[in-house]
């Protein structure tokens, strides 16, 4: 997995712009964090959470919608409560099933 985010790291600048803007505030945040994703057209998007040993956290996927918000709250796939500690919020836009777009932001949790 760890080779898996440095690659979506390096080709995340290869491809063009469906992914117009991606925030969340706050950014520390302690309870929870809002995620909103402005796309230039709908598309098929996944929202990944990934630790800083590339482990993934947390996968909302099959989001299709041309700006999307979703709330944090700093849980894993099992519901549990995620470590203090810095984690990559990934959009991944697919086609076809391939990878398209690529996009990251540093999260940061501290309760």
């Given at each position: 997995?760890?080779?898996?985010?440095?690659?979506?790291?390096?080709?995340?600048?290869?491809?063009?712009?469906?992914?117009?803007?991606?925030?969340?505030?706050?950014?520390p945040?302690?309870?929870?964090?809002?995620?909103?994703?402005?796309?230039?057209q709908?598309?098929?998007?996944?929202?990944?959470?990934?630790?800083?040993?590339?482990?993934?956290?947390?996968?909302?996927?099959?989001?299709?919608?041309?700006?999307?918000?979703?709330?944090?709250?700093?849980?894993?796939?099992?519901?549990?409560?995620?470590?203090?500690?810095?984690?990559?919020?990934?959009?991944?836009?697919?086609?076809?099933?391939?990878?398209?777009?690529?996009?990251?932001?540093?999260?940061?949790?501290?309760?």
């Open positions: 997995m760890r080779i898996f985010v440095f690659i979506l790291f390096l080709s995340a600048q290869c491809f063009a712009g469906i992914i117009q803007d991606i925030f969340n505030f706050p950014n945040f302690s309870k929870s964090t809002t995620v909103d994703i402005t796309l230039s709908s598309s098929d998007v996944e929202i990944r959470i990934y630790n800083l040993s590339g482990d993934l956290v947390r996968k909302i996927a099959n989001v299709e919608s041309y700006r999307y918000e979703w709330k944090w709250k700093g849980k894993n796939d099992n519901n549990m409560d995620v470590a203090d500690g810095i984690y990559i919020l990934a959009v991944v836009v697919k086609e076809g099933g391939s990878i398209k777009e690529v996009k990251m932001r540093k999260v940061a949790v501290l309760r």
